[in-house]
């Protein structure tokens, strides 16, 4: 009697490639960019602000002789915080599970002590290829672009060649611009040909595995994100308490109830979430509520409360209950 996964195999492509990647870099370094143009829809949250990824976002690409499992991860840094470190160990945990690591580089940067940090870090997943995506390329002339592939491929031969790779380092050095939708293509065509041979792993049609709640959660953070001071991003944390069908609705008129709390570290980043006589927190409901709608469907009535839990980002209890 055969299986369910033996039917699987058997209706598909002997030679279709299936499995996961997963995108690494500095914060900012436009890995959630590159997330949402691969799968063509936003199931990653962005924002200029770095830092912004706290959870394993999968987005899943579907192609006839292949589908994309993309993890993305937090912006590997060196940890100041139990919640920085906490989020570096979640990266190399990720990474020891996939298939092939996509190393983002923005070609509007030059390559830093952060990205040798990186580059280090990816010694504790030996055997594993690594391709560099120079990313952010519609930012910079082409002279400059030439000179950061350069420099690119001098870093993987500096850190990773002879951990179980290509002898010169990166598996392959792609150049690629998520905004300007250049050579995202390419990008695609080169994980798919390091992935196992295998049926596809989810069903056609869906783009993520993530929960609906945590996708509500940070299309919240990615509102409150948007034209605050630099040190607030990382005191920021969403939780989602109830989302519930509205009781009493016409079938054709349905209405979900979605009640949200916004952490923050201290009383006076609550008043700049909130803003004056509340606009700031009424401009984050209008902008979170238009995502959420889109991502679920259905009108949505968003509820939104900010909470101070002090030193939250040091505290491993209330990490804890914040899912970290």
Not at 8 to 31: I, L, Q
Not at 102 to 112: E, R, S, T, V
Not at 130 to 143: G, S, W
Not at 195 to 212: A, C, N
Request: hydrophobic content about 40%; some cysteine.
């Amino acid at each position: 009697m055969s299986t369910d996964a033996e039917i699987t195999f058997a209706e598909h492509d002997e030679n279709h490639r299936a499995g996961f990647a997963s995108f690494v870099g500095r914060p900012n370094a436009g890995k959630s960019t590159l997330t949402n143009a691969l799968v063509g829809s936003k199931v990653a949250i962005t924002s200029s602000k770095p830092q912004t990824t706290r959870h394993t976002i999968r987005g899943i690409v579907h192609r006839e002789d292949a589908q994309l499992v993309l993890v993305d991860t937090p912006g590997l840094h060196r940890p100041r915080t139990l919640l920085g470190q906490r989020l570096n160990d979640l990266v190399i945990d990720t990474l020891s599970e996939v298939d092939v690591v996509g190393f983002c580089l923005p070609a509007d940067q030059k390559i830093g002590p952060g990205d040798r940090f990186i580059a280090g870090q990816l010694t504790k997943v030996p055997h594993k290829p690594v391709v560099a995506l120079v990313t952010k390329t519609d930012t910079v002339p082409r002279d400059a672009l030439a000179e950061q592939l350069m420099a690119v491929d001098q870093l993987g031969r500096e850190h990773l060649a002879g951990e179980g790779r290509q002898a010169d380092g990166f598996s392959a050095i792609i150049p690629v611009s998520a905004v300007a939708g250049d050579q995202v293509d390419v990008v695609a065509d080169e994980l798919a040909a390091m992935m196992p041979l295998s049926p596809p792993l989810y069903p056609q049609g869906d783009l993520t595995d993530e929960p609906e709640a945590v996708m509500v959660a940070e299309l919240v953070r990615e509102a409150a994100l948007e034209d605050v001071r630099d040190e607030l991003p990382h005191s920021i944390a969403v939780v989602v308490e109830e989302m519930v069908p509205r009781e009493g609705r016409p079938e054709d008129r349905p209405l979900l109830d979605v009640r949200v709390s916004i952490h923050v570290e201290r009383d006076s980043q609550k008043a700049i979430i909130i803003g004056r006589r509340g606009a700031r927190l009424k401009q984050i409901g209008t902008q979170a509520r238009e995502g959420i709608k889109k991502l679920l469907g259905t009108p949505v009535y968003l509820d939104l409360h900010v909470k101070v839990s002090k030193d939250w980002q040091r505290d491993a209890k209330k990490l804890g209950r914040l899912g970290f």
